[in-house]
């Protein structure tokens, strides 16, 4: 394949540059699926999941639903779990005098 890269404009380059790369993508993809089922055909002729030998839980951890815990004093539409970054009603709160346990619900 030989193609005259001077010839073409900055549109077309950058048009071959995507087209590139996605091939390249599809090729990996294509190559490390190749592989994992080598890898697995390998593992189920010796009695074993691919799963079972690479380590791999069988299950994700779930998370328990977060409930509210706290409720804001001028709107009770604005709850927080207790979970993640204090939401500034929070915050304003607590610089206002309030403790955590007032705000419980």
Known sequence: MD???NGMSLKDLRELQTQVGKAV????????????????????TLGYSFAELSGAP????KRTPAFAKYVSPSD??????????????????LKAG????????
């Open 98 to 105: 309030k403790t955590p346990e007032d705000l419980l619900i």
């Open 25 to 44: 993508a599809s090729f990996e993809d294509r190559k490390k699926k190749a592989a994992i089922a080598e890898l697995e055909e390998k593992a189920r």
């Open 3 to 5: 193609l005259n890269l």
């Open 76 to 93: 009770s539409a604005d709850t927080w779990s207790g979970r993640g970054r204090k939401p500034r009603w929070f915050e304003a709160a």
């Open 58 to 61: 069988n299950m994700m951890r």
